[in-house]
């Protein structure tokens, strides 16, 4: 699919709806677009390639855009291959191009493609492009956005920025919607895709923000998702909560897994009365079940966690220790969690996570401890009640 996005502007990405799993671990319930785009000036420019699974349509797109003609620039912003696949292959085609990209991205490029020697211009921050009839495009290091040689471009004057993974999200543009505004819900998967991608990289993506409010952005073209035209501080500003660790939406996140029932009672009741208490939205996920990917977004979207747990092997049980451990490598920050263990004769779970999350920075576990014996309690409800009100 070719469409102009703005004077000159064409996107040539593709969308594969075939792919089960986004780096081979995050479920695709409506695909995934790579989204890259065309330069049409005195010079031209591609702006990225894409996955190879979407090689020949992305190659045929490029070839329309051209019509005939030779691209004078290939600018590679990012060299996950999900993006920079088919580099060898667009410069074996059109060998004059000349492959612009960050002195860190080259160093990987000899890796992807052993023996590639292209004609190359190495860029840094602050470095422009021109590109004729007024057209430059002026680069930004954007480093660990989601890799350390990412860079993105601002083009002006037309006040697009090509901002890389940045502003992207899982979902092929067939189902959610070419521009921004088309799309019924951009932030549930958009922000599924920010934490399990970028998560733990708040702190790059708070100095690209900084660096971006300087610029008079009119279209973000992301490499993933829809591309953004109207209403930018929307999108703007939920990447300075998600990138700062604030919290987007008021509520607690109970997450559980249980064996035989036990420990999902006692989460589902400790949901009653989380919102028995007042609690303004009480999300709830069965962690041996539902997408551990959502989960960890669940967990960085509300201010507050509880987690459920049964004792298992005499440590914690595997979907819970999995879910705490991702948290642990997304840097999940600045929460309060309060916990729920179940063990029928030697419980060990409530030990455990909070030794996990006693590794994590500004988490706090808040007491009291529940301790559910195989079976909820009266007594266990009375200490839920007491959790409830010091959360
Ligand atoms: Fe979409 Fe980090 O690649």
Aim: glycine letters at 8%.
């Amino acid at each position: 699919m070719n469409k102009q996005i703005a004077d000159g502007i064409i996107y040539i990405g593709a969308d594969d709806l075939a792919l089960d799993l986004f780096e081979g671990q995050y479920i695709l319930p409506e695909g995934m677009a790579y989204n890259s785009y065309l330069i049409d000036s005195e010079k031209i420019a591609v702006m990225d390639t894409a996955d190879a699974a979407v090689a020949t349509t992305w190659l045929a797109n490029l070839k329309g855009a051209l019509n005939g003609r030779t691209p004078d620039y290939l600018v590679a912003h990012h060299m996950e291959p999900d993006h920079a696949a088919l580099i060898a292959e667009t410069l074996k085609e059109y060998p004059s191009c000349t492959l612009v990209t960050s002195a860190a991205a080259l160093k990987m490029l000899g890796q992807f493609f052993p023996g590639i020697d292209p004609k190359v211009q190495v860029v840094k921050e602050g470095d422009t492009l021109e590109l004729g009839a007024g057209k430059t495009l002026k680069f930004f290091a954007a480093p660990l956005v989601h890799w350390p040689e990412v860079m993105v471009s601002f083009l002006e004057p037309c006040g697009i920025l090509f901002s890389a993974d940045a502003f992207g999200k899982f979902g092929a543009l067939g189902k959610c919607g070419f521009w921004g505004d088309e799309d019924d819900d951009w932030a549930c998967e958009a922000r599924r895709y920010y934490f399990n991608i970028c998560g733990k990289y708040g702190q790059p993506v708070q100095k690209l923000l900084a660096k971006l409010g300087g610029l008079d952005v009119k279209i973000i073209a992301p490499l993933h998702g829809p591309v953004l035209r109207e209403n930018l501080a929307y999108y703007l500003d939920l990447y300075n909560t998600w990138s700062s660790y604030g919290v987007e939406t008021p509520g607690v996140f109970v997450a559980y897994a249980s064996m035989h029932g036990g420990t999902r009672d006692a989460a589902l009741k400790m949901a009653d009365i989380l919102k028995a208490h007042g609690c303004p939205k009480v999300a709830v996920s069965d962690l041996s079940r539902d997408d551990m990917a959502e989960a960890v977004e669940d967990a960085f979207r509300y201010g507050k966690l509880v987690v459920a747990a049964p004792t298992y092997d005499g440590g914690l049980f595997t979907p819970v220790h999995n879910f705490i451990h991702l948290l642990q490598a997304k840097g999940w920050t600045k929460r309060r969690v309060g916990l729920i263990e179940n063990g029928s004769w030697a419980p060990q779970a409530g030990r455990i996570m909070k030794e996990m999350f006693a590794t994590m920075k500004d988490v706090e576990v808040v007491e009291p401890l529940v301790t559910v014996r195989s079976r909820m309690t009266e007594d266990n409800l009375d200490t839920m009640n007491k959790l409830a009100e010091a959360l």
